[in-house]
T-cell receptor
Framework: NAGVMQNPRHLVRRRGQEARLRCSPM?????VYWYRQLPEEGLKFMVY????????ESGMPKERFSAEFPKEGPSILRIQQVVRGDSAAYFC?????FGTGGLNTEAFFGQGTRLTVV | DAKTTQPNSMESNEEEPVHLPCNHS???????IHWYRQLPSQGPEYVIH???SNVNNRMASLAIAEDRKSSTLILHRATLRDAAVYYC?????????????FGTGTRLTIIP
């Protein structure tokens, strides 16, 4: 069972371009989380998605950022018109679904996409 | 989100046990205690989690206080590869609230 796969591992974009980051969750996982880590800082939650649904986007910047997790295919984090401040490592995590009652599981993280805006 | 408090940094000698403390005095009944670690230039890695009882796995042990207001991650025999930032996180077990909220963690240095 392959782990969480993120691609590309490194992405360089010029200011004003679009960045598309992909995350393939572990097989059988239906929950995906995106995090951002600025250089020398901690991990900040961005968005939590289930298949075709956004569950929690409280950490997403209001403009230029969007995320989706379609029925088929990977989850995509899209950053439009990138600026230098978007340079960071973006991590994706996945976990399996669990029923009501709070059955809790761990989350598995990918190796991240390191975005550099020049 | 419920908060945790950890020391900023700790040091330990190689091949000795390490006890990483975490305080979570505002923990609620549906919060699970999770520990993750992040090695340099890598994504976070799950270590262990528990609810009320102490837990053991191949990586570590988790000791949870009886009142659940604190916990301790125990690495039984530290190696150089255990040098990382360790995060203690409370994860709500209710659907929709399960995101992991990372604090600043404890940076563990292993001395050869």
């Amino acid at each position: 069972n392959a782990g969480v796969m993120q691609n590309p591992r490194h992405l360089v974009r010029r200011r004003g371009q679009e960045a598309r980051l992909r995350c393939s969750p572990m097989k059988g996982h239906s929950h995906v989380y995106w995090y951002r880590q600025l250089p020398e800082e901690g991990l900040k939650f961005m968005v939590y998605l289930q298949k075709e649904n956004i569950i929690d986007e409280s950490g997403m910047p209001k403009e230029r950022f969007s995320a989706e997790f379609p029925k088929e295919g990977p989850s995509i984090l899209r950053i439009q018109q990138v600026v230098r401040g978007d340079s960071a490592a973006y991590f994706c995590a996945s976990s399996p679904s669990f029923g009501t009652g709070g059955l809790n599981t761990e989350a598995f993280f990918g190796q991240g996409t390191r975005l550099t805006v020049v | 989100d419920a908060k945790t408090t950890q020391p900023n940094s700790m040091e330990s000698n190689e091949e000795e046990p390490v006890h990483l403390p975490c305080n979570h005095s505002t923990i609620s009944g549906t919060d699970y205690i999770h520990w993750y670690r992040q090695l340099p230039s890598q994504g976070p890695e799950y270590v262990i989690h528990g609810l009320t009882s102490n837990v053991n796995n191949r990586m570590a042990s988790l000791a949870i206080a009886e009142d659940r207001k604190s916990s301790t991650l125990i690495l039984h025999r530290a190696t150089l590869r255990d040098a990382a930032v360790y995060y203690c996180i409370l994860r709500d077990g209710n659907f929709g609230n399960e995101k992991l909220t990372f604090g600043t963690g404890t940076r563990l240095t292993i001395i050869p």
